[in-house]
């Protein structure tokens, strides 16, 4: 089973920026596809940004387009989130999580990690 751990997230004033990684162990993550979601209390969880095993990148909040990109390094085993020019409604926790499998399924992850908390106020 892999173990997935999202790390990187604080608080960061309107504008600014922050890369989250997620890390991986116990399994290989190369090849298979990744994602990142994102979660408010009392507020149902969203797709942010997804990765394919090949590296196609999928977006599910237009709010986030052009502001977030995902990426990966397999042979770190690592996942990232770079997110630029951050607003207040970014805040929330953020999860990281993978898929069984090479293409972007949302509803279908396989594993999720622990999540990082972004707050994003002056």
């Known amino acids: 089973d892999v173990q997935l751990q999202a790390f990187g997230g604080g608080l960061v004033q309107p504008g600014g920026s922050l890369r989250l990684s997620c890390a991986a162990s116990?399994?290989?993550?190369?090849?298979?596809?990744m994602t990142w979601f994102r979660q408010v209390a009392g507020m149902a969880r969203e797709g942010v940004q997804c990765i394919s095993g090949s590296g196609e990148r999928t977006d599910y909040q237009d709010s986030a387009k052009g502001r977030f990109t995902i990426s990966r390094d397999d042979a770190k085993e690592m996942v990232y989130l770079q997110m630029n020019n951050l607003k207040p409604e970014d805040s929330a926790w953020y999860y990281c999580?993978?898929?069984?499998?090479?293409?972007?399924?949302?509803?279908?992850?396989?594993?999720w990690g622990q999540g990082t908390q972004v707050t994003v106020s002056s």
């Open positions: 116990g399994a290989t993550i190369a090849g298979y596809a």
């Open positions: 999580a993978s898929y069984a499998k090479s293409e972007c399924d949302p509803g279908f992850e396989d594993y």
